[in-house]
């Protein structure tokens, strides 16, 4: 039997996405990602001075804000030739290393974690048995039965109240659960904890940012925060001080409670490692500058392009190999929209020829969807942590190989597991390890410059439009948490003549390209067994493991287009 879903709009993601599926024989066969909502921000910036570009890029998004403000800081230094002080590159990355954090944790427990975790099935747990449990994994204070008791009665009150809030619609009791009810009760404990966590360690934010989100001090030519033991008004050794203790709390949570229910959740969907592979193919620009020497070989995350699942050859990466193509999206090309355009000479003027709401179907043969399609050298490319991962295992980088073992060896799986929905899963909280690790390391020789009288965060060369070429352009890179983020400028007579923004949900969720080929999210469904048509939450597992960022009911429709369900999804 044939059946035809739609599943719209997928939420706890940002943005507006929509998926279409055929079903047959309890599998995907076939399947359609499209963004329902325009977004040209890029038209927006045009003639206008590039030092104020990431004051307007950070709104194309209301998560991810600093990462915009990189990637376009970065693009101008490259077009005008700019080199950063070494504290304005420590600054950066500790801003972007607890962004990814900080992000990282609040999409396992609160975007991703309920396609695994049955909140209903906590209500009947023992919590003597849930503390066995979590003791059994992990050294974390909070475990114990009076704790996860307290938690227990907190969310039965919760649920006495009728008003459930984010927890009113979903699919509890579904077939799919697999975890007891101890299990399902830790999680949701962790949950709530996550919820207070998250709010106290991006205060590092606050301080080097002055705000969050939003940040206010970036600059082209470094950051406007200034570095002074001996002011208040600095970055100080008192602050120092503050941010240590923010980071080593980070860190605790993301070892003690993140990874372990990381591993225990993911122990009971072991058969994820086989579903939701996707193209095959992986891009990161590289991050996280290790040394202000310049260049990529100094990338914490390196740069480099896997084809094919191949893990024995890492490709280098060249930015002038992307291109974007909008056969199938609701934009037009003046040349033809059979070709792709690369971002220096891209477009964003649109034609939305598709159906209008309230509409059964989109029209997949056309054009559907306000992503457009990205290729590197043609092919599709999901980026993201599992990318990054994916890339830096096989370039032979000592920790990730490490921590992606030891990930491995826990689950019993090898590293073919890795491509999969739950390889994309494990492989952000790999990367939140390592960088919760790392964000201590560049905090410490930002406090030993300052102790030798390295105090210098901005290169002011070339601040001056005077100076500037009559015409530049610049590629901006950075890998934010949902992967390679890439931003193109031309400046002609110090103005922005064209900008435009590859974000890490346009490579992940663009629809087909003149070729036909499938975008990653399309690609990763094909396969994808669905116990139920009605609640399709294996649709949502693996969709949630990229971490959509594109916001709030769900549309389920037999195959004639008639609606035989609405229920809300968290």
Known sequence: MSKKIAVDPVTRIEGHLRIEAQIEGGRIVDAWSSSTAFRGIETILKGRDPRDAHHFTQRFCGVCTTVHSMASIRCVEDALGIQIPDNARLIRNLIMGIQNVQDHVIHFYHLHALDWVDIVSALSADPVQTAKLAQSISDW???????????QDRVKAFAGTGRLGPFQNAYWGHKAYRLPPEANLMAVAHYLEALEWQKDIIKVHAILGSKNPHPQTFLVGGMSIPVDPDSQNAINADKIAHMRKLLRSARAFVEQVYIPDLLAVASFYKEWAGIGGGVGNFLTYGDFPMDNAGGTDSFYFPRGVIMAKDLSRVLPMDQEKITEYVTRSWYTYSGGDDKGLHPYDGETSHRYTGP????????????????????????????????????????????????????LNKLGVGPEALFSTLGRTAARGIETLL?????????????????????????????????WPREARGFGYHEAPRGALGHWVRIERGAIANFQAVVPSTWNAGPRDAAGQMGPYEASLVGTPVADPEQPLEILRTIHSFDPCLACAVHVLDGKGTEIVRVKVL
């Open 356 to 407: 209008k709401p309230p509409y059964e179907f989109l029209d997949t043969e056309g054009k559907y969807s306000w992503v457009k399609a990205p290729r590197y050298d043609g092919a599709p490319m999901e980026v993201g942590p599992l990318a990054r991962m994916v890339i830096g295992y096989a370039a032979g980088h000592q920790e990730i190989q490490e921590t992606v073992n030891f990930v």
């Open 141 to 151: 204070p909070k475990n114990s039965p009076t704790y996860f008791k307290q938690v």
């Open 435 to 467: 960088l919760a690790q790392k964000n201590e390391l560049w905090l410490n020789q930002l406090a030993d410059n300052m102790g030798r009288g390295i105090l210098e965060v901005h290169n002011g060369y070339r601040w001056d439009p005077s100076t």
